[in-house]
């Protein structure tokens, strides 16, 4: 029986751990943290000494260093790398992850080491930076060095409120400021793949698995999906395919992850189950055997944090089963946690960490609940097997989906129609699980066949898998194109973690022991937190009136809301990149709790004025124009400042908005102004402001 307080409480040891790594703050200035840490110990140290029971007290002692050292872990990494000072004037990087090929760049992370600053020094520095390397350069590999005098800028917040910290994203992964690299002034100094010898073998061979896969699939979208899903692949998926993913619950689909190594491991354990296990040598190698396979498929994927922990459960299961432990699944799960947290305590922080293990952590305590509520009775053997696989598949995917509900609405603001998902997942589950399976065989025998020349079956094999991935597809854009499955704009505070997450824990407790005052309880909590929701959102509707303006690739984007409407006035480029509204707009109407949207398009190269609460806003295209004197903001589109500023005199008083970054030596002739603007920024480097 698995205790809190067992012989190995990993539960206990990860929680503590996790405790200590979120208590470090972003910011070593907030010393508030500092002081809520010391506060904590204290409190901790207090309550060991008064414990008399040596067990417990042996326990707390155990946690309190746990919870220390994921502290002082956390504060090793986070002080491993540092921000570049302003001076920069040139810098040498290698390169530490794979570049993905963009239309016009190479996308990948370097690492710099040293810097020229303006005194002509060269000073020795560590920290990452996001690199965009011109794609006319020669063709970067991982562990390339390089010099180059480009540009650094700091990582830009998000355009619009309620969005994504990408500061403090990109600052837990050492990563600081972000660069495009012009070929001219980029120069490659040494080829340096001995520093990344395994990844850059686990790299080779993706390339050479994903180019069978090519071959075997001719459309992009099933190309795209197969290496995505498959190899962990970087093909670009289409907006369309991932929306429709994620508009059935699906999305998991699309990356590897704990099912893809679930069902390599059940694969394997197929095929060995056909080995005698005679002696003890025979069965360390069928141990060592699938758990090499294992972690080669984990790197070949990229040692993603969800396939990261699938590996360390089974290679544990794997043990077990070998050497005949016990396992408790809480307690391994708890035990991969604390394992990765350890390496990285940064992924306490990364959404697919925490959502992959809710996830299997939701299935291990509610699955096992929810799929007693109904048993099928058939006489039929194969409808009754049909319909009892069907009801585990919906029993797992509503267990699932009990502790990452609030996470999902928190970073993607939109859920599945509940509905559609309880009917349509199992379905897709099921599709996407033969075509895993088909393209799991096909990329273990298809370097064989290829190499022996057995095309005929190479070609067949190739062709069923592509047939697999249609149907899936073809599946799921029909039930989202009839159901339209998708509830967008969900809103989501803090506060409601705290009210859902007691309320799951009461429904559990009250299955367990089924007392009247544990549901009256649950009742009160779920009253109080949707009333309190819908008195929020009556005061939007009556009382609600704001706007904000940001940019689009220097293009203004003015958003009017106004009780529970919105209406988005934008350039006709911003409506043909519907995952810039999707990460960028949607949680501003989220939180506003908007219900209808209204998108207008800025009339092209015409100056257009428009009043919002008493103010004049006057959006310049062409610069021959005459000012009033009622203009309180000037949003000035920065490709105008080729053409001078001696129009701009006749503009006095207000706030100058520029739709991107002046150089310096713009800035120098806007300086010669007299008088001045009442203020003047770039909005491309700023979060969009409200009015």
């Given at each position: 029986?698995?205790?809190?307080?067992?012989t190995?409480?990993?539960?206990?040891?990860?929680?503590?751990w996790?405790?200590?790594?979120?208590?470090?703050?972003?910011?070593?200035?907030?010393?508030?943290?500092?002081?809520?840490?010391?506060?904590?110990?204290?409190?901790?140290?207090?309550?060991?000494?008064?414990?008399?029971n040596r067990?417990?007290?042996?326990?707390?002692?155990?946690?309190?260093?746990?919870?220390?050292?994921?502290?002082?872990?956390?504060?090793?990494?986070?002080?491993?790398?540092?921000?570049?000072?302003?001076?920069?004037?040139?810098?040498?990087?290698?390169?530490?992850?794979?570049?993905?090929?963009?239309?016009?760049?190479?996308?990948?992370?370097?690492?710099?080491?040293?810097?020229?600053?303006?005194?002509?020094?060269?000073?020795?520095?560590?920290?990452r930076?996001?690199?965009?390397?011109?794609?006319t350069?020669?063709?970067?590999?991982?562990?390339?060095i390089?010099?180059?005098?480009?540009?650094?800028?700091?990582?830009r917040?998000?355009?619009?409120?309620?969005?994504?910290?990408?500061?403090?994203?990109f600052?837990?992964?050492?990563?600081?400021?972000?660069?495009?690299?012009?070929?001219?002034?980029?120069?490659?100094?040494?080829?340096?793949?001995?520093?990344?010898v395994?990844?850059?073998?686990?790299?080779?061979?993706?390339?050479?698995?994903?180019?069978?896969?090519?071959?075997?699939?001719?459309?992009?979208?099933?190309?795209?999906?197969?290496?995505?899903?498959?190899?962990?692949?970087?093909?670009?998926?289409?907006?369309?395919?991932?929306?429709?993913?994620?508009?059935?619950?699906?999305?998991?689909?699309?990356?590897?992850?704990?099912?893809?190594?679930?069902?390599?491991?059940?694969?394997?354990?197929?095929?060995?189950?056909?080995?005698?296990?005679?002696?003890?040598?025979?069965?360390?190698?069928?141990?060592?055997?699938?758990?090499?396979?294992?972690?080669?498929?984990?790197?070949?994927?990229?040692?993603?944090?969800?396939?990261?922990?699938?590996?360390?459960?089974?290679?544990?299961?794997?043990?077990?089963?070998?050497?005949?432990?016990?396992?408790?699944?809480?307690?391994?799960?708890?035990?991969?946690?604390?394992?990765?947290?350890?390496?990285?305590?940064?992924?306490?922080?990364?959404?697919?960490?925490?959502?992959?293990?809710?996830?299997?952590?939701?299935?291990?305590?509610?699955q096992?609940?929810?799929?007693v509520?109904?048993?099928?009775n058939?006489?039929?053997?194969?409808?009754?097997?049909?319909?009892?696989?069907?009801?585990?598949?919906?029993?797992?995917?509503?267990?699932?989906?009990?502790?990452?509900?609030?996470?999902?609405?928190?970073?993607?603001?939109?859920?599945?129609?509940?509905?559609?998902?309880?009917?349509?997942?199992?379905?897709?589950?099921?599709?996407?699980?033969?075509?895993?399976?088909?393209?799991?065989?096909?990329?273990?025998?298809?370097?064989?066949?290829?190499?022996?020349?057995?095309?005929?079956?190479?070609?067949?094999?190739?062709?069923?898998?592509?047939?697999s991935?249609t149907?899936?597809?073809?599946?799921?854009?029909?039930?989202?194109?009839?159901?339209?499955?998708?509830?967008?704009?969900?809103?989501?505070?803090?506060?409601?973690?705290?009210?859902?997450?007691?309320?799951?824990?009461?429904?559990k407790?009250?299955?367990?022991?089924?007392?009247?005052?544990?549901?009256?309880?649950?009742?009160?909590?779920?009253?109080?937190?949707?009333?309190?929701?819908?008195?929020?959102?009556?005061?939007?509707?009556?009382?609600?009136?704001?706007?904000?303006?940001?940019?689009?690739?220097?293009?203004?984007?003015?958003?009017?809301?106004?009780?529970?409407?919105?209406?988005?006035?934008?350039?006709?480029?911003?409506?043909?990149?519907?995952?810039?509204?999707?990460?960028?707009?949607?949680?501003?109407?989220?939180?506003?709790?908007?219900?209808d949207?209204?998108?207008?398009?800025?009339?092209?190269?015409?100056?257009?004025?428009?009043?919002?609460?008493?103010?004049?806003?006057?959006?310049?295209?062409?610069?021959?124009?005459?000012?009033?004197?009622?203009?309180?903001?000037?949003?000035?589109?920065?490709?105008?400042?080729?053409?001078?500023?001696?129009?701009?005199?006749?503009?006095?008083?207000?706030?100058?908005?520029?739709?991107?970054?002046?150089?310096?030596?713009?800035?120098k002739?806007?300086?010669q102004f007299?008088?001045?603007?009442?203020?003047?920024?770039?909005?491309?480097?700023?979060?969009?402001?409200?009015?």
């Amino acid at each position: 029986m698995f205790s809190f307080f067992s012989t190995f409480p990993f539960l206990r040891l990860c929680l503590w751990w996790a405790l200590g790594v979120i208590l470090v703050p972003e910011n070593r200035q907030e010393l508030g943290y500092d002081l809520l840490f010391c506060l904590f110990l204290l409190g901790l140290l207090f309550l060991i000494i008064w414990i008399k029971n040596r067990p417990i007290f042996n326990a707390y002692l155990l946690s309190l260093a746990c919870f220390c050292a994921g502290y002082l872990r956390t504060l090793d990494v986070k002080n491993l790398y540092q921000k570049l000072p302003s001076d920069v004037i040139a810098f040498r990087f290698q390169l530490v992850s794979s570049p993905i090929k963009k239309p016009k760049t190479y996308a990948f992370v370097g690492e710099i080491s040293n810097y020229l600053n303006s005194k002509g020094e060269w000073r020795a520095i560590q920290t990452r930076s996001q690199f965009y390397l011109e794609h006319t350069a020669d063709i970067p590999k991982l562990g390339d060095i390089y010099l180059s005098k480009a540009h650094l800028q700091a990582i830009r917040p998000a355009a619009f409120p309620f969005g994504q910290n990408w500061p403090a994203y990109f600052a837990r992964k050492g990563i600081y400021s972000t660069a495009f690299l012009p070929a001219k002034w980029t120069k490659r100094l040494q080829y340096n793949e001995r520093d990344f010898v395994f990844k850059a073998f686990f790299e080779r061979v993706q390339q050479d698995l994903l180019q069978h896969l090519h071959r075997a699939l001719p459309g992009e979208r099933n190309r795209a999906v197969g290496g995505a899903m498959l190899l962990g692949g970087h093909e670009s998926i289409d907006f369309e395919t991932r929306k429709s993913y994620a508009a059935l619950g699906a999305i998991h689909i699309l990356s590897v992850s704990g099912m893809h190594v679930g069902i390599l491991f059940l694969c394997i354990q197929f095929f060995l189950t056909f080995i005698p296990r005679r002696n003890r040598i025979t069965s360390i190698g069928v141990f060592l055997l699938p758990l090499l396979l294992i972690w080669m498929y984990a790197g070949i994927t990229g040692f993603s944090a969800p396939v990261l922990r699938a590996s360390w459960m089974f290679s544990v299961v794997l043990f077990a089963q070998t050497f005949r432990y016990s396992l408790n699944s809480i307690n391994l799960l708890a035990f991969t946690g604390f394992v990765m947290l350890v390496w990285d305590p940064m992924q306490v922080y990364d959404a697919g960490f925490q959502l992959s293990f809710l996830a299997v952590l939701g299935i291990l305590i509610y699955q096992p609940s929810l799929s007693v509520i109904w048993e099928p009775n058939i006489k039929n053997p194969i409808g009754q097997y049909i319909v009892k696989q069907a009801w585990s598949l919906t029993t797992v995917a509503v267990a699932a989906q009990a502790l990452t509900f609030p996470w999902i609405l928190y970073y993607f603001h939109q859920f599945p129609h509940v509905g559609i998902m309880l009917l349509a997942n199992p379905l897709l589950v099921l599709l996407s699980s033969v075509s895993l399976i088909l393209g799991l065989v096909f990329l273990l025998i298809a370097p064989i066949l290829y190499a022996w020349d057995i095309i005929y079956l190479y070609i067949i094999m190739g062709q069923v898998l592509n047939a697999s991935f249609t149907l899936l597809h073809e599946v799921m854009f029909w039930i989202d194109g009839v159901f339209q499955p998708t509830i967008p704009f969900l809103h989501w505070e803090n506060w409601m973690f705290v009210s859902y997450y007691l309320m799951l824990i009461l429904v559990k407790y009250w299955w367990d022991i089924r007392h009247g005052a544990i549901l009256a309880f649950f009742g009160l909590v779920l009253l109080c937190s949707v009333s309190y929701v819908e008195w929020e959102q009556w005061k939007a509707l009556k009382n609600q009136k704001i706007a904000y303006l940001g940019q689009y690739r220097g293009e203004p984007v003015w958003l009017e809301l106004q009780g529970l409407k919105a209406k988005l006035l934008a350039s006709r480029r911003i409506f043909q990149d519907p995952a810039w509204i999707q990460s960028n707009i949607s949680p501003v109407l989220a939180h506003h709790f908007i219900e209808d949207t209204v998108q207008v398009k800025w009339e092209e190269e015409k100056n257009v004025s428009w009043q919002w609460k008493g103010k004049r806003f006057y959006r310049v295209q062409q610069p021959q124009v005459m000012f009033s004197a009622k203009i309180d903001v000037l949003i000035i589109d920065s490709k105008l400042k080729k053409q001078g500023f001696d129009w701009l005199k006749s503009k006095r008083g207000g706030d100058w908005l520029w739709t991107q970054s002046l150089s310096s030596y713009y800035l120098k002739k806007l300086a010669q102004f007299d008088p001045l603007p009442g203020h003047q920024m770039a909005l491309d480097t700023v979060m969009a402001r409200g009015y």
